[in-house]
């Protein structure tokens, strides 16, 4: 371990400690703002990064838990500085959320950089907040800890548990069957999201935060807390009083985020069936770090990891059973020999934490031996529609869907696909596959959330409740279905899945890993060679940044000029 730092040592002395004009006036304008010297003076300056804001409810809670961060912060000699930063609400931004992640990232790294701060606290959850803030301090590499905002409780409705999302898309096609009143369905509206916090599926915010709680980013098992549980609280005022220490430490993201922790990250998610979403997060973290993680690493660790969470979308139980079941350390207990645990985390390593846990509900969290899949959490297929690769999540589909062919049913957009699938007189069955193009990272723009196309209403009344579904967007982490997302390259860019036309036959071998335009490649050439993609009009700010930088989704979806292990110097005070 390294020598601990003293008060000169630190970051925050460069602003503070000197005897020159310019402290003078960072002194002068602490004790404006109603602080004294002995307040600041010497002490680790701890930014906290809160990404609340009134318009995000998974986020409601974290105004009160930066005061709880704050607490443990000053019982720890340290002095707390809050600065807020996008919030990006997933159920309100559009056109997604996923646009910004980037914006997000670029804001943490700058906010950080730039402020006399020696360790940071990253309050974040909702789906694209933590790996955008991650990815900001990454960057900047001082000493971080995240504090998840926590899954929402359980959804009621007619003494029926109901998990957000996943119940959504499951009760709408219901009552596009006809089966569920519109009576229903609003007592459904105000049943199942009953209290701040993330999405109480497997979502793509559960998912997140306990991957970044298993690359050791958190106070070990912080990711499982519900947010109204008392012991999130506990968990943010503790999470201030060890930032304190890691920052004398010097204990920095760079130390924790090796490719081992990288390596644990993926078996997690595989166990947990995670969100197709954490490739993109995933991978565009790691690169940050200097690691080149890569889709074939996921399907690599898909081949040998069994899916042990018994939790929807794949499952049956939500994120508050997951918790009372023993949480993550639970989670990792079960997989056993297939971590590396002697990974550190910010207050020890993964095997000790390991060794104090505990599974208290063997049905929610599965032994290696009675796994809920024996593999399969995702699937990368590659083939002649998706050279650089796309995704699927097997456990959450139809069995027999697995492998399929049928005749595609093509839609260039989003408004164009839904007033479709509502035409009782479409021609469509079962068999037919249904293709979404311009949805990715560049054509979306922001690759939205348009994956799960919906059942069409004629096939929904028929009593079909999924079939094959391809696109070049991504999905709700809390959906399901034989849904292949991430479709690269995208067509907007020019990628094969701009030639494919109604009719077209297209083939899905998920065991063989394949995905199949039955088109000769000289046909595919030819209309490619005559294909223009459709007008967007990126002409100026963030969009236009966006449409020039933005990498494909194997990649990261991150910006070219940002996907770099490169640390910019320390700004200069004068």
């Known amino acids: 371990m390294a020598e601990r730092k003293k008060p000169e040592d630190l970051r925050s002395f460069r602003w503070f400690g000197a005897h020159d004009l310019r402290s003078f006036g960072h002194r002068s304008r602490a004790y404006q703002m109603g602080y004294e010297q002995a307040e600041f003076a010497g002490k680790p300056v701890i930014a906290i990064i809160n990404t609340w804001s009134d318009i995000n409810p998974c986020h409601t809670h974290l105004r009160t838990r930066a005061d709880e961060v704050k607490r443990g912060v000053w019982q720890a000699g340290g002095f707390p500085i809050e600065l807020p930063a996008m ?38 959850g909702c789906d694209k907040t933590t790996p955008a803030t991650i990815m900001g301090a990454i960057q900047v590499d001082l000493p971080t800890i995240l504090v998840p905002a926590g899954p929402m409780l359980r959804g009621n409705y007619r003494g029926q548990t109901l998990g957000s999302g996943s119940d959504v898309w499951k009760y709408w096609a219901e009552k596009e069957a006809g089966r569920v009143s519109e009576v229903q369905w609003a007592e459904m509206e105000r049943g199942i999201a009953r209290s701040f916090g993330t999405c109480m599926t497997m979502g793509t915010a559960s998912t997140m935060t306990a991957l970044a709680d298993t690359l050791g980013l958190c106070l070990p098992g912080a990711s499982s807390i519900p947010a109204p549980d008392a012991g999130h609280s506990r968990m943010a005022a503790l999470s201030g009083l ?15 985020l090796t490719e081992n922790a990288f390596e644990n990250a993926l078996v997690v998610h595989m166990a947990m069936a995670g969100s197709t979403n954490a490739m993109i997060h995933l991978i565009a973290m790691a690169r ?10 996921f399907d690599r660790v898909s081949e040998r990891v069994p899916v042990l969470c018994n939790i929807r979308p794949t499952g049956t139980f939500l994120m ?32 000790e934490t390991i060794a104090r846990a505990e ?13 809920v899949a024996a593999r399969g959490g995702t699937a990368i297929l590659k083939g002649n529609l998706s050279p650089s690769g796309c995704v699927m999540k097997p456990a959450a589909a139809d069995p027999s869907l697995l492998k399929h062919r049928g005749p595609a049913l093509v839609f260039d957009d989003y408004d164009s696909m839904t007033k479709a699938v509502n035409d009782e007189d479409l021609d469509v069955t079962r068999d037919t596959v249904l293709v979404l193009r311009n949805a990715g990272p560049a054509g979306g723009p922001g690759m939205p959330e348009w ?21 070049d967007a991504r999905m709700s982490g809390t959906s399901y279905g034989a849904c292949i997302l991430h479709i690269a390259p995208e067509a907007y860019v020019g990628g094969p899945l701009a030639a494919v ?10 065991a063989s890993r394949s995905l199949t335009l039955e088109v000769p490649d000289e046909e595919i050439a030819r209309r490619l060679a ?35 292990a490169y640390k910019l110097p320390e700004p200069e005070i004068h």
């Open 320 to 351: 508050e059973d997951f918790y009372y079941a023993g949480g993550l350390p639970a989670l990792w207990k079960q997989l056993g020999t297939l971590l590396n645990t002697d990974e550190r985390t910010v207050s020890g390593t993964l095997g």
């Open 501 to 510: 036309r109604n009719g077209d036959i297209i083939a899905v071998d998920v």
């Open 530 to 564: 005559a294909w223009t993609p459709p007008v967007r009009d990126y002409s100026r700010g963030y969009l236009k940044m966006h449409a020039e930088n933005i990498q494909q989704a194997p990649d990261g979806c991150d910006f070219t000029f940002l996907q770099s």
């Open 87 to 124: 919030s990006l609400a997933e159920t309100y931004v559009k056109p997604t959320t996923m646009l910004y992640r980037n914006f997000l990232a670029m804001e943490v790294e700058e906010l950080i950089r730039s402020h006399p701060v020696d360790g940071v606290v990253l309050l974040a």
């Open 242 to 256: 060890r930032i304190v220490d890691m920052v004398w430490e010097d204990l920095k993201p760079s130390d924790l």
């Open 288 to 297: 940050r770090r200097g690691i080149n993680l890569t889709l074939d690493d």
């Open 359 to 371: 599974v208290h509900l063997a049905d929610v969290i599965r032994p290696l031996d009675k796994p």
């Open 451 to 471: 994956g799960m196309l919906p059942i069409p209403r004629k096939l929904l009344k028929q009593g079909v409740r999924d079939m094959v579904r391809i696109s």
